[in-house]
Structures are given as structure tokens and as C-alpha cells.
């Protein structure tokens, strides 16, 4: 493989809900079960994406309002159709959320703190607009271990393409492990922070229903994918059906972990 720069940009919500936003749906509710957040309370969601985490808070939380902010005009459509107008959603980042000093009483953040650049600038600003005495909580996919659908993916293309291993969310994201969240949530000045494990599964109807997202393009795997020449595409795609614990009926059982970290706001 050449130098490639393969882009962690989202932009487009259907491939996104194809590759991993049927996962995200599945991690929302027992996440927001850990938080245990009563009704009542004003919810931010920072990098609302399609609108997984959100819609969830209006299903299970009985919120007083629901933020959403995204960068992506994309994201923010597909977010739209589903929590209509349920939420206010708009664009924005995590660095400059467009909300008022403690405006509401829970931030959180769903399988983006990760690809923010400035980890600590992100929670500061979550912070400013949480109320005291409120919670900022966010959860990250464990790319290193324990989200198997990338992990046999990187291993298998790493092994064809030793450079591919530089691509590898695992590697490239350090801060998706439970000691790292620690860290950076007191870096960031909250406290009583308590980092928690959520698996769910992952079944897959059969080899195609694995292999088919990573053509959509978007997000780290898929775009190196696309990146392939037919060949080595075909390559890739026979030794993950090597390795890949294909059932006597076809379907594909893995597994994915998120881990899940929350902190208190104090003056």
C-alpha cells in the first residue's frame, strides 16, 4: 500500500448506519441505564451524529429537552428524520458548542470523543455548559480488543499489507481505554469519575452482511477498503472469510465492547 491517508471524516449517514450505527443503537440503552439519570433533566448530545444516543433519551429518559449538536449537515438530516422535532439539533463541534454556560444538566457523547483533537478543550467545553452538580458521561468503542468486527478486520489487512497497521483505530486512538478516560475526564477538572465495560452482540446473517458495509467508504476501514485496487480487495475480503467464526448456518457471532466513563461537574 501506498502512504495512504485514510480520513476519519463522517459525513453521510446511510453507509455510517450500515458500517456501525446499527451497533451505536444497541450500546445507547445500556448506557444511559449506567448513568441512571432521572426525568426531568436537560440532555446535550455532542456529536449527535444520526441521532442513535438522542433518540434513545427520548425513548427511556423522560427528558425536559434534548440538544443535539454535529458538525455534519449529512448526520444532522439523518438525526433529523429520526428524533423529528423532538430535539433541537445543530451544527456545531465539540470545542464550540453553540449553548450558554450551564444550560443543561447532562452532556454526553456517543463514539466521538475519540476523533476530537483536543480532548480536554472538548470536556472543558461540555463542561461550561453543564449545570452544577451535573454529569458529563461519554462511551468509546474498544478498538484495541474488544470490538471484533474492526479487530479481525485490521488484523486480517495488516497481515496482507503490513502498512495497513498504521490505519488501525486500535493503535491510533489510545485514549479508548479505560485508564486514558480516567485520566483525561480528571484532567478536565470533573469528578467522582467511574469508567464501566458495555458489551452487546454483534451477529451478522451471514458473510455479506460482514463484508458489505466496509464498501461503503466512509470512516477509517471502509475508505481503506475503497482504497484497493480489485485484487488486493479480493484478497482482504477471502481472509476474513478465513478468519471470520463462520456458523454452520452462515451467520457470524461476534462481539463489541464499549467503554463507558462519566464525571460529576463541581464549582
Known amino acids: 500500500m501506498d502512504d495512504k491517508q485514510v480520513s476519519d471524516t463522517w459525513e453521510r449517514g446511510n453507509p455510517y448506519e450500515y458500517y456501525v450505527g446499527r451497533w451505536s443503537r444497541r450500546v445507547a440503552p445500556p448506557f444511559l441505564a449506567w448513568l441512571g439519570i432521572g426525568d426531568g433533566r436537560r440532555w446535550l448530545d455532542v456529536g449527535c451524529g444520526t441521532g442513535a ?118 493503535a491510533r486512538f489510545p485514549l479508548c481505554r479505560p485508564d486514558a478516560l480516567e485520566q483525561v475526564f480528571v484532567g478536565a477538572g470533573l469528578h467522582a469519575v467511574n469508567v464501566a465495560a458495555i458489551e452487546i452482540p454483534t451477529v451478522f446473517a451471514d458473510f455479506d452482511d460482514y463484508w458489505q458495509p466496509f464498501l461503503g467508504g466512509q470512516g477509517p476501514a471502509p475508505a481503506y477498503v475503497m482504497s484497493l485496487d480489485d485484487a488486493a480487495r479480493h484478497s482482504l475480503r477471502e481472509a476474513l472469510r478465513t478468519r471470520l467464526p463462520i456458523r454452520a448456518d452462515g451467520s457470524i457471532e461476534l462481539s463489541a465492547r464499549a467503554w463507558a466513563v462519566r464525571g460529576a461537574v463541581e464549582d
Not at 434513545?56 to 433529523?80: E, K, Q, T, W, Y
Not at 463514539?111 to 461540555?126: G, I, K, Q, S, T
Open 53 to 170: 444516543l438522542s433518540a434513545a433519551i427520548l425513548d427511556r429518559c423522560a427528558p425536559a429537552s434534548v440538544d443535539g449538536v454535529d458538525p455534519s449537515a449529512g448526520f444532522l438530516g439523518n438525526a433529523r428524520e429520526r428524533v423529528g422535532a423532538k430535539a433541537t439539533l445543530q451544527q456545531g463541534d465539540a470545542a464550540r458548542i453553540p449553548l450558554g454556560d450551564a444550560s443543561v444538566d447532562v452532556v454526553v457523547s456517543g463514539l466521538v470523543l475519540n476523533f476530537v483533537p483536543d480532548h480536554l478543550a472538548a470536556l472543558r467545553e461540555m463542561s461550561r455548559v453543564t449545570c452544577n452538580g451535573g454529569m458529563v458521561a461519554a462511551y468509546v468503542w474498544d478498538y484495541a480488543d474488544g470490538m471484533e468486527l474492526m479487530r479481525h478486520f485490521w488484523d486480517a489487512a495488516a497481515q496482507l499489507d503490513p502498512d495497513a497497521a498504521k490505519l488501525d483505530e486500535g
